[in-house]
């Protein structure tokens, strides 16, 4: 009964608030969804990570161990991924990026400060900055064709995340009224990226979805295999490896269902993915905590 409620308290939340993004769009009220996500990916986001990265607690080595183990990780997943869908024979600029990048932002962020407290934060902007650096690279490869390296250095996340780790090497720190300054306005990206998520579900379909239940529970085993296969060759233990584990499961993210929009990819389809990935999370995620604390 304990582990129900501890396991309770960290995902009660995080699905609290998304669930108060959900009811406001379902009561009629105005939410700009692009400004709000640009307000958190430009500015609030950033300073989430480099604070994170800046007062990490963690050495470098174990956070360059964690890098490799995470982008090795990727990198499995996108070939089970692979292997997958050409057995399926499904379209693979439709389901490839989506099967392989989860919501690391708006949902591995939150709970791995919920599971772990500040200890978790760390290796969670560590494994999200991976996953962004290639999602924007190979990933909108993936789904348009073409490269994306330009955007990837346009991108305010790419500069904090280098800031960051030029800080944490070198060991500097920003004088304490910035470094309070930039902790405040990163407080906002948690809350802002969860009541997003509420909202674009709100504002999602969710066809085929048969499909995408087998589909979501197949991305979230072969998350799961492919962090602990990364974690045991780069000897990951403890809370970064937990922390590996929990970013890999988590669902298909919103930004899958923005680049098939944009490239022509089969959006329904993602759109479904999102949906039903993400209620799937609901009972697949607090399990996963559950045998992670």
């Known amino acids: 009964m304990a582990l129900i409620a501890t396991v309770a308290g960290i995902v009660a939340p995080v699905f609290l608030l998304a669930a ?14 692009e400004f709000v996500t640009r307000l958190a990916m430009s500015l609030a986001v950033p300073c989430l990570i480099f604070v994170a990265l800046m007062n990490t607690q ?13 982008a090795l990780a990727y ?50 902007v560590v494994v999200f900055s991976v996953m962004a650096i290639y999602n924007f690279t ?24 280098l800031l960051g780790g030029v800080f944490l090497w070198n060991g500097w720190r920003t004088p304490d009224w910035l470094t309070s300054a930039i902790e405040l306005i990163g407080q906002m990206a948690i809350p802002m990226m969860l009541i997003t998520l509420g909202v674009s579900m709100a504002r999602l379909a969710a066809p085929r979805i048969g499909r995408a239940v087998v589909l979501s529970l197949l991305k979230a085993v072969l998350g799961l295999g492919a962090a602990l296969a990364a974690g045991l060759v780069l000897g990951l233990s403890g809370v970064p490896l937990a922390v590996l584990v929990l970013q890999m499961m988590t669902p298909v993210a919103v930004t899958s269902y923005l680049l098939a929009e944009k490239y022509g990819a089969d959006s329904g389809a993602v759109a479904g ?21």
Do not use: C
Not at 138 to 149: E, F, N, T
Not at 281 to 290: D, E, G, K, R
């Open 20 to 33: 108060v993004g959900f009811g406001w769009v379902r009561l009629g009220f105005e939410y700009r969804l």
């Open 58 to 70: 963690m050495g470098r080595e174990d956070l360059s161990a964690l890098a490799v183990a995470a």
């Open 75 to 124: 990198g499995v997943m996108s070939v089970g991924v692979w292997v997958l869908l050409r057995l399926a024979g499904l379209d693979m600029r439709s389901y490839l990026a989506p099967l392989i990048f989860g919501n690391t932002g708006n949902l591995g962020l939150p709970l791995a400060i919920f599971a772990f407290g500040e200890a978790g934060l760390s290796p969670a």
């Open 138 to 161: 190979a990933g909108i490869w993936m789904v348009s064709g073409a490269g994306a390296l330009g955007k990837v250095l346009r991108e305010p996340i790419a500069w904090a995340t």
């Open 273 to 293: 993915l999102v949906v039903v990935s993400t209620l799937l999370s609901v009972a697949i995620l607090p399990i996963t905590i559950a045998f992670l604390l």
